[in-house]
């Protein structure tokens, strides 16, 4: 028996993102893990993850629909969705104009107030599109809340950006000025 990609994805994002420790892995300060200790922590889950190489790690990468994991050389490390301790730290970059969240209507009451914060993850994490944001906040409630970030506008502020990957953006914090409810 071997493993899935789905299965390695789901392992691999436990190990980068929520509990290292328990792999015997220590990230690095941008999140870095090295290679061969990740495929070494892997391999001691058991036979079936015997055949998990570097192949196998770089092709689940590539072809996956969703981008979590980046390959750099002899590293690896997860790109968002961190609930660690320590604060992976992150480049500041401008984001798009405009981006969204989807949220439960019970959490919308509350944001409308605070404003996004990362609650149990490090960054607040938004989408650039709508069906994005919808799937998300699909996950929360049957019916989610779209919200529209006028990004461009709470970075001019002073709010944070950083790029998690091609269809997500994460920043430190979105005041409530900088959010309004789409009426589909």
Known sequence: ???????????MSHALRHE????????????????????????????KWASVDR???????ETSAKVRHE????RVRALYGHSVPAVIRKQPATPPAELFHGTS???????RGAGLVP???????????????LAVGGRKCESP?????NAASAHASGAAFYAGN???WLADAVPPEFLEQVQE
Do not use: C, K
């Open 55 to 61: 192949a196998a790690v770089a092709h689940m990468i």
């Open 119 to 133: 609650m149990g993850r490090q960054y607040v994490h938004m989408s650039i599109d709508i069906e994005t944001a």
């Open 166 to 168: 091609d269809m997500v």
């Open 20 to 47: 290292p420790w328990l792999y015997e892995l220590e990230l690095d300060q941008d999140g870095w893990v090295g290679l061969d200790q990740l495929l070494e922590a892997l391999r001691s889950l058991g036979p």
């Open 145 to 149: 809340v779209l919200l529209r970030v």
């Open 71 to 74: 390959l750099d050389g002899d």
């Open 105 to 111: 209507p019970e959490a919308w009451e509350v944001i």
């Open 1 to 11: 028996m071997t493993v899935q990609f789905t299965e390695l994805s789901r392992v």
